[in-house]
């Protein structure tokens, strides 16, 4: 499992030119799949996220969390966080979890993190989906659940 996340000072998804969600500042979060992913991948990197301290305190430096920041998400299903570009110059999805498989996961993930920080938005899993944002910073991070446990 992998999670971009993108500090934002605002974002907003659109599909066919209609507003599905939006959110101030906070973090945008694309979320993909592969092999071996599981539920228990969802709650191990979901308590990694909750309690990252990536917030600047008063003194500017990152100290707080999302939850103590009182920042929103928006979360976005992302398969192409799995491209291979090894090989040539067209990106291979092999390693993506195909969507059938993939959905049940981000349900999951969408429940567990709507449960633990109610201030979340979605996008549609599948669908051809416009996200606009404003980075803060930038401050962008990879979580790869591969290489954090």
Known sequence: MRILLQECLEAKLTIDGKLI????HGE?????????????TNDKMLKKLLN???????????????????????CV???TLYADLRKGNRPSFTNALPGKESEPLYEDFKKKLSLAHPKTQYGVFGADMKVNLIN????????DSKELF
């Open 21 to 24: 969600s939006s959110i101030g």
């Open 28 to 40: 945008v979060l694309f979320v993909g799949y592969t092999q071996g992913d599981r539920l228990e």
């Open 52 to 74: 990252l301290r990536i917030f600047a305190d008063s003194n500017g430096k990152t100290n707080l969390s999302l939850d103590t920041f009182g920042g929103e998400i928006l």
């Open 77 to 79: 299903s992302q398969f």
């Open 136 to 143: 803060d910073g930038p401050f962008t991070l990879l979580l």
